[in-house]
């Protein structure tokens, strides 16, 4: 899931924990960047340089004519249904840069998208440490 950037920056953004010497993250342990002081590793599973990014989908809300046409109402011709519990929750949430309902039904439909590639992908193969949107609606008294 990218929100608030683009797939591009996000990709650079993982090349660079790939090449730090003290990852935070197992990703980044599993793969460190080829010229990262960690690329003779025992632990590693191969090189981030070798990992190839792939978007099955994804949308760029560039202009708000794009974000309104995702994050409207399924009654008013959208493509997502929101619950009056969903919206209510939904719209009292304080994430920064994230001011406007449009902008956070487009971060829970991320969530959703990304939620779906989850479930795609085998436990074994993911190695995701992520939180997803359980953590938007459990974490917090909304």
Known sequence: KVTGRG???RNK???KCAHEKYPTQSFYLRYPEKSSVRATSSSKNGYFDNLCQYIALGFEVGNDDVGEKIAREF???????FSDLEKKKIDN????????TMLKRIDMIAYLIE????????????????????????ARNI
Request: hydrophobic share 40%; no cysteine.
């Open 7 to 9: 797939f591009d920056v």
């Open 13 to 15: 953004e993982h090349m």
């Open 75 to 81: 009654d008013k011709g959208g493509l997502f249904l």
């Open 93 to 100: 949430s304080k994430e920064t840069g994230r001011n406007t």
């Open 115 to 138: 939620l779906a590639y989850d479930l795609a992908i085998s436990p074994v193969d993911n190695i995701s440490e992520s939180p997803g949107f359980e953590s938007f609606f459990i």
